[in-house]
């Protein structure tokens, strides 16, 4: 810590501070336009100019110069103001006064300025700029005229996002920001840019014109699509939700979102919503009331053990929770499962026996503070793309190297130093393994390992996983395994990182307990840096699993409840918002028993697939209007409240198992908090936590490990037949299982199903780009638009799974690999 | 006092104001001849044929009465404009507020003040009839 004197008061700093910072952080405001917490200083705006006492004689830019010891610095002397003042003018000399048509006018840091420092006049003159504005993409506007060079888009594109499509072009007073070419803007639309801007240069469009930024209410909530637990601000008027505000305060990411955070809310008031119960009456869902749709519902829940459940992680822990008891003590059945019962598995099984805990042993957190990242995957930045921005960090600012084991290349591949090792698809427990074998024949054991259970079984099941041995068959060199190994192993912090998800059925219990074996014979987890973190793909994932909501005590899974639907063993099927005619594996094999099951009941947003063939159809809310808690992937509870009131005759998803409940007999707590307290006292983890306590920044739940060695083989993967691809499905950057096809910003960037191929397959198959060509597997076949891209190896294809108009699952069965003929 | 005089005073008062050009002003058959500065209906001015409104929504930001409604649109040109200008004259307290906040002098207010209708529905101007004719 520094000590230091601003404006007459002493006050104390952290060494690496600026003297910027260390006034904020004493409540004394220095003006600024070219400052975000998360990006690097840069000393571009010259506004934050102060006089320091021993550097008299010249005004000093706060922002870029750190604070020392005796400082005395003061931020508001009439000399700083006249300063000031003049930056302000030659800044608006060229910023066109439009700000009854610009939409950042309200929040706007060069209009509030100009306010604050009263800047009526211009002393000099100068054109306006022309600059072409870009209205070629339908998320993000860029009007150069009104920029005022802070740099902090380019800086935030290329420092977090690691994209860097936006960079200062030509010079002087022709300089402007600028994509590659001067051309139009093609990136991945996370939308950083727009939310540090702090003039009207970038604007989102789908907010365009929508409401003045003082009009609108805001409401703090959580991001409702992958695991991450990104906190959000929605911007609210008329009970609609109109846009997410930027709060660099906000979250561990400091209010860094990806393109669905920030432009796929739309879901929430789009007008395909269902407003009002659905029954089917004579062969056709027919509108109904709350009453007699309960009414059905209830008389067919009395059916015991022939009833069943599907619930999507996207409802709150209290709304699982209370679920869960409706079926336990109400219904009286075992059977409900969610994520299509395999997506889980990495938690509930793998964990389970690996560190005898169903969550991850590791933290988001400890991304940026480890010294190596082994990633399985680069999906991971598709499926997380918050916690790829802190792993950009990571390897960018804090020096982090970065091993990737992956059956295709991604963006992660592309970080300066990343160490990527394609390998062929479905052999990553294989490589895991053979990394496993030669930690142990390089003696690079732990001796913390003595004390774990199960390492003779290890050692004796690894011998025949040699990196020499197994090279060839996943594709590799056994000198590249045994690379990725000796890294691991002698790096002092090491985090694993893999995503699981409905899309990843290899990434199973196996995987878990395979990557977690190379963390404890290593000794790398319990400590910061360090650990297994399995991404979990729903925004409550972790919550389902930590309430229970999966197969146990012999109860189905949810393959088996589909199962028994076609056999007639379940007559009665409950499925809360998940869509498995679209997400689930076996398209055909899941139509035929929803078909067969005698009842069907579906909570849901939207009339999706599965809704429009059930019997009856609640429906429910979404998480902007609802109160509750979500778990994020590292088990951070975050509560949410509602910003909006329920839309049309919607009711919370928590309400109708409520009413349900008591239909059915039984008592049901009132309310959420109440909900949440029953949870507090019977969940491990949860015990200090209530509603109160999570409000202001939501709480870890911890975990403890206690781990040990599991053996386990891998499953073959049959080769490839001569003629076929490999498929691997998985999901892509803008999307997150099905509910991202109501979003706006998801669906503008990427519309529609496709299927991707390497350059070699496709010149083989005088496949190009665009071309809509005839996917078969022995499932079935299916069209699907071509993407040619340089990131897939030969004879490996992907397609993502989120589309509803083609759903993937037509081919695929579900396994991690699927042989695949492509015709035109 | 004779009792006929006072009726005769009175009378003769009557019979001077018969023919007294009178105080009142002859409504409906005449018009009163409103001031520069008469606060009635708002009109919005037009420009170029369209518009000049831009709709920065600063009307309805300072209006105490809450009765202005705007929705921006964005034209083929990509400029904004009001694609929903409404004032609900029930509510109005004609301060002219509005027409003080109007930053590109789109909205006036005008002598017109015969605002009486049948139907409460009748009382919600839309764009079209505040478009100054």
Known sequence: ?824 | MNPITPIINGMKITLKHMFMKPVTLQYPTERPKVSQRFRGLHGLKVSHSKAKCVACYLCPTVCPAKCITVEAGEDANHDKFASVYEIDMLRCIFCGYCVEACPVDALKMTGEFELANYNRQDFIYSKERLLEK
């Open chain 1, 1 to 824: 810590m520094v000590n230091l004197t601003i404006d007459d008061k002493q006050v104390t700093a952290p060494k690496t501070a600026t003297i910027y910072e260390a006034a904020k952080l004493n409540g004394i405001k220095i003006p600024i336009l070219c400052h975000d917490k998360k990006l690097k200083p840069f000393g571009a705006c010259r506004m934050c100019l102060v006089e320091v006492e021993q550097m008299k004689g010249r005004q000093i830019p706060a922002c870029t110069t750190p604070a020392t010891e005796g400082m005395i610095i003061r931020t508001a002397t009439p000399d700083i103001v006249k300063a000031r003042k003049m930056v302000l003018e030659l800044l608006l000399l060229n910023h066109p006064l439009d700000c009854p048509v610009c939409d950042k006018s309200g929040d706007c840091d060069l209009q509030n300025l100009t306010y604050e420092y009263k800047v009526n006049s211009n002393r000099f003159t100068d054109a306006k700029f022309n600059h072409q504005i870009d209205y070629n993409n339908p998320l993000i506007e860029r009007d150069m005229n009104r920029c005022v060079l802070c740099g902090k888009c380019a800086r935030i594109c290329d420092e977090i996002v690691g994209f860097g499509a936006l960079t200062f072009i030509d010079r002087g007073i022709e300089t402007k920001i600028g994509c590659e070419f001067d051309d139009a803007l093609n990136c991945e639309f996370c939308g950083s840019c727009i939310s540090v801007c702090p003039v009207g240069s970038l604007l989102a469009r789908p907010f365009k014109h929508k409401a003045r930024f003082w009009a609108m209410t805001k409401h703090k909530s959580v991001c409702s699509y992958c695991g991450t637990g990104c906190n959000l601000t929605l911007g609210v008027k008329d009970n609609k939700v109109l846009t997410t505000i930027y709060d660099e305060d906000q979250g561990f990411h400091k209010g860094q979102l990806c393109v669905r955070g920030r432009f796929g809310y739309q879901f929430i008031n789009s007008d395909k919503r269902l407003t009002k119960p659905l029954v089917r009456k004579n062969g056709a869902l027919t509108e109904s009331t709350w009453d007699e749709a309960l009414e059905l519902v209830a008389a067919r829940l009395k059916g015991g053990s022939s009833v069943a459940a599907l619930a999507t992680p996207r409802l709150t822990n209290e709304e699982l929770a209370l679920f869960k008891k409706l079926l336990v003590e109400n219904v009286g059945t075992k059977n409900f499962d969610h994520a299509a019962g395999y997506a889980h598995a990495a938690l509930t099984e793998g964990f389970v026996r690996s560190f005898g805990t169903s969550a991850s042993s590791a933290s988001i957190l400890d991304v940026q503070k480890s010294d190596l990242l082994l990633v399985i995957k680069t999906d991971t930045y598709e499926t997380h793309p918050v916690v790829g921005f802190e792993i950009n960090m990571a390897v960018k600012n804090k020096d982090v190297k970065i091993s990737i084991l992956s059956d295709k290349r991604g963006k992660l591949s592309k970080l300066p130093g990343a160490n990527t090792l394609v390998h062929l698809p479905g052999n990553e427990v294989v490589i895991l393994n053979a990394i496993a074998k030669t930690i142990i024949d390089e003696k690079l054991v732990d001796a913390s390992v003595a004390g774990v259970t199960g390492y003779a079984d290890l050692e004796k099941m690894l011998s025949a996983y040699s990196a020499d041995a197994v090279a060839s068959q996943c594709g590799l060199t056994a000198a590249d395994i045994k690379k990725m190994a000796s890294d691991y192993a002698t790096a002092e912090k090491a985090l694993i990182i893999f995503p699981v998800g409905q899309a990843y059925p290899g990434h199973n219990a196996d995987l878990a307990s395979a990557a977690a074996n190379l963390a404890i014979l290593t000794g790398k987890y319990g400590k910061e840096g360090c650990g297994v973190l399995c991404l979990s793909e729903k925004n409550n994932s972790q919550g389902a699993v930590d309430m229970g909501f999966y197969a146990q005590d012999g109860g189905f899974n949810a393959a088996q409840i589909l199962d028994a639907c076609s056999t007639g063993a379940v007559k009665t099927l409950f499925i809360a918002g998940e869509n498995p005619l679209v997400s689930y594996p076996d398209r055909k094999k899941v139509k035929a028993a929803l078909d067969a099951v005698e009842f069907m009941v579906v909570s849901e947003l939207f009339l999706t697939e599965t809704a429009a063939m059930a019997d009856v159809v609640l429906p429910v809310c979404s998480f902007a209007e609802k109160e509750g808690t979500f778990t994020s992937t590292d088990r951070r509870v975050q509560y949410i409240k509602p910003a909006i009131r329920a839309i049309g005759q919607t009711r919370t998803d928590f309400k109708v198992f409520a009413d349900l409940i008591s239909k059915l007999g039984g008592t049901a707590p009132v309310t959420a908090a109440a909900q949440f307290e029953e949870i507090a006292a019977t969940t491990a983890g949860y015990k200090a936590l209530s509603h109160v306590s999570l409000r202001k920044d939501g709480a870890y739940a911890p975990a403890t490990a206690s781990p040990a060695l599991v053996a386990v083989q891998a499953v073959p993967v049959p080769a490839a037949e001569t003629g076929k691809l490999s498929l691997v499905v998985g999901s892509v950057l803008y999307h997150s299982g099905t509910l991202s096809q109501n979003g706006e910003g998801p669906m503008h960037v990427c519309p529609e199903g496709y299927i991707e191929l390497s350059r070699p397959d496709a010149s083989a198959s005088k496949i190009a780009e665009n071309d809509i060509i005839t996917v078969s597997t022995t499932n079935g076949s299916m069209q699907l638009k071509a993407k040619v891209t340089s990131r897939m190896p030969a004879g490996v294809v992907f397609a993502p799974y989120h589309f509803s108009d083609a759903p993937i699952n037509t081919v695929w069965n579900g396994a991690a690999v699927t042989s695949v003929t492509l015709a035109k």
